[in-house]
């Protein structure tokens, strides 16, 4: 059996993230809703984060959201041309991710209803299951994940291998969809972006019967350290060498998956990059599909077109 990714050493990070708007006629009012700054876990530790906003808002308030993520809510009113909101936060990720080849058990125990509903953990297990907007039960995704849940595999060696068949079956291409594509017409067409892929594994978990949920965050890259706008193509992997190739997503907001394992608990694993999650990725936000865990979303009051930029940037100190 090969070492566990948990030999390991943490890594210390700081991530700024920052999202600016550029209006083309000013907006009187506006009222927003980030989900910026990273969750605590049993595996990450947030040791600061802060949100700078300008214009100032005259209304601001952070709590956690149904999910017991970090969301901040604010309201500027008055005349305003543009938007910056920058939220850098710093960031240790533990090792905690299982090696693919460790012991579980046979992939249908996933499928048992818990006994008792009050026990920890019990509602996400059943809650997960669910079909949401974004990532509905769908046979066609559950057949294409049966291929690899199947007989009385092992759960992990399973989910590892429906992970690294998507990473070899789908093409990343950020032409090929939008955020309103849904998973059916990626699964037509084999392609899309960090997003669409997430939808889709966890379309097929929750198709065959398991709970999968969607998280956002960030995956580091040990090659560039800045992105540039929304639809540039981040740089794709091409090698196997983290040190001179970066991972599919990295310098942007990524997403990934996170199924439920009796024994393991949730285990995070990227179909984009066909790998288990571990002290690459800093954990944000998670939730059913992409629709609970925007980065940043509102309404603003006013007239004529806007231009957004976003820029990323993840660095291990």
């Not at 595996?43 to 984060?49: G, I």
């Not at 850098?88 to 048992?112: K, N």
């Not at 006994?115 to 990532?135: C, E, K, N, W």
């Not at 090659?223 to 540039?232: D, E, F, L, M």
Request: aromatic share 8%; glycine share 8%.
């Amino acid at each position: 059996m090969s070492e566990s990714p948990a030999a390991a050493r943490s890594v210390l990070y700081r991530v700024c993230h920052e999202t600016l708007y550029h209006y083309a006629n000013p907006v009187t009012n506006a009222r927003q809703l980030a989900h910026l700054q990273p969750r605590s876990t049993g595996w990450q530790r947030v040791l600061q984060s802060e949100v700078k906003i300008d214009p100032a808002p005259g209304e601001l308030d952070g709590d956690e959201d149904y999910f017991g993520n970090r969301v901040l809510r604010f309201a500027i009113d008055g005349a305003h041309d543009s938007l910056e909101v920058i939220a850098c936060s710093e960031v240790e990720v533990l090792p905690h991710a299982p090696a693919p080849d460790s012991d579980s058990p046979a992939w249908r125990t996933a499928l048992a209803v818990p006994t008792d509903f009050h026990a920890p953990g019990a509602l996400d297990i059943m809650q997960y299951r669910v079909g949401s907007a974004q990532a509905p039960l769908m046979s066609e995704a559950g057949a294409y994940a049966a291929q690899s849940f199947n007989g009385n595999r092992p759960w992990l060696g399973a989910l590892y291998e429906l992970t690294r068949r998507m990473r070899a079956d789908f093409k990343y291409d950020t032409k090929a969809t939008t955020v309103f594509t849904p998973v059916a017409d990626v699964l037509a067409r084999r392609a899309g972006v960090c997003q669409d892929f997430a939808h889709l594994m966890i379309s097929a978990l929750r198709s065959l019967g398991m709970s999968a949920r969607y998280v956002s965050g960030y995956i580091r890259n040990d090659r560039a350290k800045t992105s540039a706008t929304p639809g540039a193509t981040p740089s794709a992997a091409s090698g196997t060498d983290p040190a001179t190739e970066a991972l599919t997503g990295a310098d942007a907001s990524h997403a990934w998956v996170s199924a439920y394992c009796p024994g393991h608990g949730w285990v995070d694993v990227d179909p984009t990059n066909g790998k288990i999650a571990d002290t690459e990725f800093i954990t944000v936000a998670w939730g059913r599909d992409f629709s609970d865990v925007t980065p940043l979303r509102g309404v603003v009051l006013g007239d004529g077109g806007q231009k957004l930029e976003v820029r990323v940037s993840v660095t291990a100190i």
